[in-house]
Every structure is written in structure tokens, then in C-alpha cells.
């Protein structure tokens, strides 16, 4: 979850009211092709992202530079978790670097508590706070991951996370590896727009609706809304083995990291609680589909996904007690989704082993523990 300057002084709820969320973020893109963007229509804002094209209103483009971005992503964080999967899938690891801030946070912003010194180890700062300050003295609005940082300036260039995934796979393209699978086909662009606003309203945000809900009619609204779009997701993956067809996409990552916090979190933390993930059978499978590919679950750190939503969201769990459960050894067994054809990469191919310092923590994911 993502930190709101809305964040009132005692939480996250604001009663009597239905949870609404900010969507106004730094819209600045960066780009191979700095005057092709600067010179091309103004585009209208979209709260799922553009493919291509030019800049929104008061935006900026940055050119794209080995070495002198880096992601800051929690690995707490639905939002950050998925640029952290599109950057591993295209191979973008030397070109971009990763910071990961750890899984709780004060009103100040998230924390880079889990380096030595609780220093990011390359922008030397504590809180991001000070990365969005150097840029915008006085910033307003709300801290947010996952964030790109200037790196020769320690200055916030974006936090707008569903552009920042997009110009991952456009913009990037001379940095992707060998094998790199496309995330955007082109002629199923349309359609997934489609799919990935409806994931986006009432899937994706769907879930906070629900536990952030200030009045029992804003949640039984949430909740109905939730379970109608998982219902028609069950529907979906029925008998194509990815939301698109035969091959994963952009969409699938927005989907996927939903989908692994549901048990652990959203089914009784936010009570999202009709059904459990497990209690899906198509999404269920598709969800250790994923989560045992390459490039998903190694991504996945189920400690600090917990530790976030449990500890942080005071007002909605004011004992800040972390559950013990779910048992997670069940995300690695078959799911038998390979019957239904398709290849995840299409003609490209698997990334490779995460590298050592980027690794899921020991102990907090059953996937990374089994392959030691």
C-alpha cells in the first residue's frame, strides 16, 4: 500500500465515507525519444497509463540513461511489487537499479531501514521523503512506491506507477535482455485496456475499498463490486491459462500482485472474506501459475507483505498483531494450468536467477526457500 498525504493524523479511514483514491502523481515519463514526446499531443490523464505517446499536462520527459535511474520499490507494496516483476521479465537489472525500502512506515514516509546505516546504499538518504523534497520543496502529496529517483541528483523523477511499468517495455527497449518476452503485444492492446481498467477499479483498488470503507454501505458496495469482477475473472481464466490468451502480459502482473495478498491479507485484514484465493479453482491455479514462474513469486516477500498491512493500518488493526497464517506451501503445488496450452514467455524465454542481493529474505517465501 502505497503512503497518502490524505493519511489523516489517526488513519486511513475517513468515516462515514467510502475510500477514494488519489490518483494524482508525478507524471513526468522516461523516454528513448525526449523531443518525439515533448512535440506530440498532450494526452488526457488515464488511471491504468498510456502506451507510447506523448506527455499529460505539466509533465516533463526525461531521456532514458543506463545507470542513472533507480527503482525505489517496496516489496510490501502491490503497486511496486509489479514494477519490481516487469523489470525482472525484461531484464532490466543493469540498466535500472533497485532500492527497497522496508515494509512500514510513519507519516514521514516509507523507510530505508533494512540497509546498513538505514541508508539506501546509492542515494544515501533514510526517508524518501528526502528524495521527492530535493525536487519539489514542500511536496504536498503523498510518499509513494514504487518511485523512480534521479540518481546524480537524489531527485524524484516519477512515482506514476502504471506509466512507470508501460515505458518499462516501450521505452527501455534497448536495455531488455535477450529473450525478453513482450509484455504489450500490439494487436491485443486495445482489449487489455479494457481488462486492465476494470482489474485496475474493481480488483486492484477494489480491495482497499473494501478495508478502508467508512460506512457499512461503502463497504457492502466494495464488497459486491470485488466479488462480481472475481467472478467474472474465475469466468475468464476458466479455460484460457492467461488473462489474454496463450502468453503472460502486462496484465497478468497487475493481476498477479492482487491475487498473492489476498489470503495473507484482503481475505480478513481488509474482509474481503466471501471466498479465499483457494476457494477459486481457475484463479487459484492460474495464481501458483504465476507465482512458480520465473520472475513472479521470487519477487514475493509474504513477511513484509503482512507486516505492512497488519502494522501500518493501525486503525484497522489496532493491536498491530501479525497473524501467523496462511500456511504458504500450498503456492508451490500443481496446478495443472500447462494442460490448457500456451507458453508464459511466447517466443522469448525465462529470466534467470535472481541475483544474490536482490533475493526474497530466507523464510519468507516457500518458493525461494525451496530453491535454497
Not at 86 to 105: F, K, N, Q, Y
Not at 248 to 267: A, G
Not at 285 to 307: C, E, N
Not at 329 to 349: I, K, M, V, Y
Request: aromatic share 10%; with cysteine; charged share 25%.
Amino acid at each position: 500500500m502505497e503512503q497518502r498525504a490524505s493519511q489523516s493524523a489517526t488513519g486511513y479511514i475517513s468515516a462515514g465515507q467510502e475510500f477514494t483514491r488519489d490518483t494524482q502523481y508525478i507524471a513526468d515519463r522516461i523516454v528513448a525519444d525526449v523531443d518525439a514526446v515533448r512535440s506530440a499531443p498532450t494526452l488526457e490523464s488515464d488511471k491504468v497509463g498510456h502506451i507510447g505517446g506523448g506527455l499529460t499536462a505539466g509533465a516533463e520527459a526525461w531521456p532514458v540513461e543506463a545507470g542513472r535511474y533507480r527503482l525505489v520499490a517496496a516489496r510490501a507494496c502491490p503497486w511496486a511489487n509489479r514494477a519490481i516483476i516487469v523489470r525482472r521479465l525484461l531484464g532490466l537489472e543493469d540498466a535500472i537499479s533497485l532500492g527497497t525500502p522496508g515494509p512500514t512506515h510513519d507519516m514521514r514516509s516509507w523507510t530505508f531501514d533494512l540497509d546498513d546505516d538505514e541508508k539506501d546504499p546509492v542515494l544515501r538518504t533514510h526517508w524518501l521523503m528526502e528524495n521527492y523534497l530535493r525536487r519539489f520543496p514542500g511536496y504536498p502529496r503523498g510518499i509513494t512506491v514504487p518511485a523512480i529517483v534521479d540518481v546524480p541528483t537524489g531527485a524524484v523523477v516519477t512515482n506514476d506507477y502504471p506509466q512507470i511499468t508501460l515505458d518499462f517495455s516501450t521505452e527501455w527497449t534497448q536495455f531488455h535482455r535477450d529473450g525478453a518476452p513482450d509484455l504489450l503485444p500490439e494487436p491485443l492492446r486495445e482489449e487489455m485496456h479494457e481488462v486492465t481498467t476494470r482489474i485496475f477499479t474493481e480488483v486492484n483498488n477494489g480491495v482497499y475499498r473494501c478495508g478502508f470503507a467508512g460506512s457499512q454501505d461503502a463497504y457492502d458496495s466494495a464488497y459486491d463490486r470485488l466479488f462480481t469482477a472475481l467472478d467474472w475473472l474465475e469466468e475468464r481464466l476458466t479455460d484460457r491459462r492467461y488473462l489474454m490468451g496463450e502468453t503472460i502480459t502486462e496484465v497478468d502482473v497487475r493481476l498477479f500482485t492482487t491475487l498473492v495478498r489476498f489470503d495473507p491479507v484482503y481475505h480478513g485484514h481488509f474482509k474481503c472474506n466471501r471466498n479465499k484465493l483457494s476457494e477459486f479453482p481457475a484463479l487459484w491455479a492460474y495464481a501458483r501459475d504465476l507465482f512458480q514462474t520465473p520472475g513472479f513469486g521470487d519477487t514475493v516477500d509474504f513477511s513484509q507483505i503482512k507486516d505492512h498491512y497488519y502494522i501500518v493500518h493501525a486503525d484497522v488493526n489496532p493491536t498491530g498483531i501479525v497473524p501467523k497464517g496462511p500456511v504458504l506451501n500450498e503456492w508451490l503445488t500443481a496446478h495443472r494450468r500447462e494442460d490448457l496450452g500456451g507458453s508464459p514467455f511466447g517466443d522469448g524465454t525465462a529470466p534467470g536467477p535472481v541475483r544474490a542481493e536482490e533475493r526474497v529474505t530466507a523464510g519468507h517465501n516457500p518458493l525461494v526457500d525451496a530453491q535454497g
